[in-house]
């Protein structure tokens, strides 16, 4: 997992920089104490040589206060499915 990709940066990978990023829609966890939040449908880039999910800053901030208004609900596992803004 990447965060924090830049707009204006080449899109190739930068794990391992052999291919060029293709759009797709990426699942993102967060672990809080007593739960873990899980974020599908998650607009981002990946890689289709290594595989690795590239997602923006925005996108994963969003997808973070989704993820800790959910943990709020107190149950161990909570899915959601990524809402745009
Ligand atoms: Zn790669």
Known sequence: MV???KKEAAMKCSIC???ELAEGHVTL?????NTTI???DVPGL???NCGEEHVSEET???AL????RAAANGSEVEVLHYKAA
Not at 65 to 68: I, P
Request: net charge negative; proline share 4%.
């Open 3 to 5: 965060l924090g990709l």
């Open 17 to 19: 920089g052999a291919a």
């Open 29 to 33: 966890t967060f672990e809080r104490e």
């Open 38 to 40: 899980v974020v599908k």
């Open 46 to 48: 990946v890689c289709p």
């Open 60 to 62: 994963a901030s969003h």
């Open 65 to 68: 206060e989704a993820a800790e």
